[in-house]
Every structure is written in structure tokens, then in C-alpha cells.
Nanobody
């Protein structure tokens, strides 16, 4: 079974920064497509950032230039560095990885940005 665990969420003031981490017991992120999504109450889940096995990244327009997705050297962790946060970034953030022909998801971590 693939188990992913997000961490790093919390309460932060607008303009602040947070780093989210998603960790697996295996180096599953080393070669597989991984992504961060978020979902705010009453809104659809949206793709925030993604990284391919080869290292290519992509970002939602709303976070371009503010968020950075990366992997650790071992491939056990995918990070999302968030800066210049606004209340519109408030959401539950989920990490996912495509493995064995399907997406696997963590349980999410809540990010709340106050005005």
C-alpha cells in the first residue's frame, strides 16, 4: 500500500510563508509524477503544482512565482514552499502520486491564511 502523509499546514498571516511536506516510507517520488492539490470549502479541488519524474514542474497561474514544488534527494518527500500567502490560499492541501496506474492521495493538511 502507498501511504502519503502531509505536514506543515497551519495558521499564517497574509504575506507569510509556509512549507508543506508530503512523505512516503519509500522513494516513490523519485521517478513518478507527483502533485499538490488544494480544496477550499465550497470549491472544487484544483491542481496547485506538479513535478514529473524527470524534474519538470508546472504551476497553477494563481500561485506561479509564489509557490515552488521540489523533491528531496532520496525521493521520499515532495515539498511545497509557499510564500506571499493570501486569504485566497486558504484550503486543505493534498499531495498525490501516480503509481501502479492510479493516483494515491494523502489525507491533507489545512492551511489557513488570515487577513
Amino acid at each position: 500500500q502507498v501511504q502519503l502523509e502531509e505536514s506543515g499546514g497551519g495558521l499564517v498571516q497574509a504575506g507569510g510563508s509556509l512549507r508543506l511536506s508530503c512523505t512516503s516510507s519509500t522513494n516513490i517520488f523519485s521517478t513518478n509524477y507527483a502533485a499538490w492539490y488544494r480544496q477550499a470549502p465550497g470549491r472544487q479541488r484544483e491542481l496547485v503544482a506538479a513535478i514529473r519524474g524527470g524534474g519538470t514542474t508546472q504551476y497553477a497561474d494563481s500561485v506561479q512565482g509564489r509557490f515552488t514544488i521540489s523533491r528531496d534527494r532520496a525521493g521520499n518527500t515532495v515539498n511545497l514552499q509557499m510564500s506571499s500567502l493570501t486569504p485566497e490560499d486558504t484550503a486543505t492541501y493534498y499531495c498525490s502520486v501516480y503509481y501502479w496506474g492510479r493516483d494515491h492521495w494523502g489525507k491533507g493538511t489545512l492551511v489557513t491564511v488570515s487577513s
